[in-house]
């Protein structure tokens, strides 16, 4: 099941949203709300999964709000107004549904957000020396010693190999879950950074092979002593 939460200013567009939810066996419409602050205020209480969000509201724009977010769920865009389409995908939202929305359009969204979500760190398998990942619309096997880092990008992850990258629909804590703790340290809230792949660290940062990452302060003391565990001493 998925939970829903539908945020919009008018009354009547709302109802529209929740009665379309209610029609799909799948959906379930746990709440409704007319402002961006009612429903930060909801999503800190209730377990949400995707949220249609009207765009143009008052003192704070559906944008906005989606952008103040650390860890949003699905997104999918509500609006009259076709102008903010790309500036609306540019945030990896699920859909963008212009109003008037029909019920043949509203159905194809949502099942675009149930395959992302059939696509989540639950169906990722995991071995010591390799997991597989749903990339593209294929199952790419990932070998765990190729790993370079993974880098967090809104509802996706990054998986950066010494061959190539590979972008898939996962959490970031979802994945960072799953690898094996002395594997992988966490550098910063955006990257896990493979032990084996680090060849110098300078001052803030861990250099790799192909790139240059910050070391955050947060994280700085638990990165140090995961090194200087493996540290030749005299």
Sequence with gaps: MINCLVVDDEPIAREGIMEYIRQIDYLSPVAQCKSAAEAAGLLQKNKIDLVFIDIQM???TGIEFVKALADPP???????????????FELDVVDYLLK????????????????????????????QDFFFIKCNGKIEKIIMADVIYIEAMANYVIIHTRQKKYITYLTFSGIEEKLPA?????????????????QTIDGTDVITSS????????????????????????
């Design 58 to 60: 008052p003192k704070l």
């Design 211 to 234: 790139m240059r990452l910050p070391i955050s302060k947060n994280y700085r003391n638990d990165v140090m002593s995961r090194i200087e565990s493996r540290l030749i001493k005299r």
């Design 100 to 127: 008037p929305i029909s019920f043949s359009r509203f159905l194809k969204s949502v099942e675009k957000a149930q395959s992302y979500l059939h696509a989540t760190n639950k169906e990722v398998s995991f071995t």
């Design 182 to 198: 002395h594997l992988f340290v966490k550098i910063h809230k955006s990257y896990l950074v493979a032990i084996s792949a680090i």
């Design 74 to 88: 699905l997104i999918i865009f509500t609006t009259a107004y076709s102008e903010y389409a790309l500036e609306g």
